[in-house]
């Protein structure tokens, strides 16, 4: 299970060495970002005040492409 916090730095983007690129690093960094945002999205405002994020924070992360960080 993941933590989603805003400290965690779940939403940025790992900008990789070019000379150690991993063809399916961004797939995965995609489809972590499509899943913490749909779980964003889901939260209830008491829920999203545990974990330390308001209610409008966090909609509009959900509403965030995947491809954004």
């Given at each position: 299970m993941v933590a989603i916090t805003k400290e965690a730095g779940?939403?940025?983007a790992n900008r990789p060495r070019?000379?150690?690129v991993n063809l399916l690093d961004l797939?995965?960094?995609w489809m972590k970002r499509y899943s913490l945002r749909q779980k964003l999205a889901n939260m209830d405002a008491h829920m999203l005040r545990?974990?330390?994020w308001s209610f409008?924070?966090?909609k509009r992360e959900a509403a965030k492409p995947f491809w954004k960080a």
């Open positions: 779940a939403f940025a070019h000379d150690n797939p995965r960094t545990d974990i330390g409008y924070d966090a």
